[in-house]
């Protein structure tokens, strides 16, 4: 892998002209107020839709959108590469991401026929890949979650599990021995806490684990020992810049706030396991939760610590924005059941409706499926079925000429991050809503 694979991915390759200087003075603000007259912003396309009256859209529900999937899977199996050389990306956007896809369409009943066919192409397509990690000279990337070997290891173990291997304890072992690389304090120059190559992503591997295999991965004291590293270093962190809160982290020099490498995600890892933290962990934790619930603009949060949003300009991504920070307060809201994180992510999915038919392609992080996820979510914290409307709404879109004619073209078009992977796995769970859940970013465990 080269070094270039740990550089911030998701869009940041723009973040320096996204982030322009301030040019409003609002500050920060409580109330939804994108009004109609800034729709037509670049970044998406302009929502038509009707909104939820009642009754949810025909033909879209079971067995009618199965052909639909199908043919997308197809469509993925003839570009992803095959040959080792291609494995870079890690689940992210290298091949093991459809090897993860394949899997979470062959767990839903309603693909039961197609199930052998997908877990053994999984298994080879993961096999190709855990070669390639196995023979990666860098052990902290062999640790990193989306973007290297744990997130390969830990897809590994559960393509096994299904296909009945007992061999997948062979990349578990791998994955439970990389705690230690991740254990140490500074262990990434660029930053060791985040979610594509930090603690926070192998905290979340460790759960979704746990979550699909039913068995404990790592052990209490392991566990604690990564919570401390992230605690430490957002402490440390914090006060050397003289952050006047107390949990704060940076990645490649920037402050990132959302769920791909920001505060969002490593609080939400901290919260998933908030019971091997002690009391004053605790309490730093929450504090920080409610500090980033206080940096909310309109719906919606700056990609970096401090920035203003630029309405017309705004990023709603899962990777930078509302549709990734409102995982966060769901799993604040699982856990205490306090109305305002639950009114936090409402408010983001109303941001979403308005302005997540993105231009970014059909994808998770940065595109239409990742935006429509936040409706699967909303429906599943509140049992509204205005949210599954919202979701068909969107799924309907993506197979639109205005989205084909209008949307930038995607580079790994087969990924699960920024392709049709991800894609596949919203269109999977709009299916069975109430299972469906952000691909490896488990909040209902
Ligand atoms: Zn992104």
Not at 414 to 430: A, I, K, P
Request: net charge neutral.
């Amino acid at each position: 892998m080269s070094n270039q694979s740990v550089a911030p991915l998701s869009s940041l390759d723009t973040l320096s002209t996204e982030l322009r200087p301030a040019l409003s003075s609002g500050g920060p603000q409580r109330f939804c107020s994108v009004s109609a007259s800034v729709m037509e912003n670049t970044r998406c396309f302009a929502n038509r839709f009707s909104d939820y009256k009642g009754a949810l859209l025909p033909g879209q529900g079971g067995e009618a959108a199965v052909p639909a999937v199908v043919a997308t899977v197809d469509k993925i199996l003839k570009k992803v590469p095959t040959d080792v050389s291609d494995c870079d990306g890690g689940l992210y956007d290298g091949p093991a991401g459809v090897a993860y896809m394949l899997y979470h369409v062959s767990e839903c009943p309603l693909f039961s026929e197609h199930r052998e066919v997908y877990l053994k192409t999984a298994k080879q397509i993961i096999d190709v890949s855990v070669r390639y990690v196995d023979a990666e000279p860098d052990k902290n990337m062999r640790a990193a979650f989306l973007l290297g070997g744990a997130g390969i290891y830990a897809v590994a173990a559960l393509i096994y599990k299904s296909l009945g291997l007992a061999d997948f304890v062979k990349p578990l072992t791998k994955f439970r021995n990389l705690w230690e690389v991740c254990a140490p304090i500074n262990f990434l120059e660029c930053g060791s806490d985040e979610l594509f190559v930090g603690r926070a992503g192998y905290l979340c591997a460790a759960l979704v684990l746990k979550q699909k295999l039913g068995i404990e991965i790592l052990s209490k004291d392991q566990i604690k020992s990564i919570c401390q590293a992230i605690i430490e270093s957002g402490k440390q962190y914090a006060r050397r810049k003289r952050k006047p809160f107390p949990l704060m982290y940076s990645y490649y020099g920037t402050e990132y706030l959302g769920a791909a490498h920001g505060l969002s995600s490593v609080l939400q890892m901290l919260l998933s396991y908030q019971d091997m933290l002690s009391g004053a962990e605790k309490d730093l934790v929450w504090q920080s939760v409610d500090f980033l619930m206080n940096q909310e603009q309109n719906c919606n949060w700056p990609a970096e610590l401090g920035a203003i949003i630029e309405r017309e300009n705004e990023l709603v991504h899962w990777c930078h924005g509302a549709p990734g920070v409102a995982y966060l307060f769901a799993k604040a809201y699982l856990i205490n059941k306090k109305p305002q994180y639950l009114d936090t992510c409402i408010r983001s999915g109303e941001l979403v409706w308005q302005k997540g038919l993105l231009k970014k392609g059909p994808g998770i992080c940065h595109g239409v499926a990742g935006s429509a996820y936040v409706f699967l979510l909303l429906y599943r914290l509140t049992g509204n079925s205005k949210y599954i409307y919202r979701a068909q709404r969107f799924a309907e879109f993506l197979f639109t000429e205005e989205f084909k004619a209008g949307s930038h073209s995607v580079t790994s078009v087969y990924s699960l991050f920024e392709g049709l992977s991800g894609t596949v796995c919203f269109l999977v769970d709009l299916l069975q809503p109430d299972q469906s859940e952000f691909p490896l970013f488990s909040v209902f465990v």
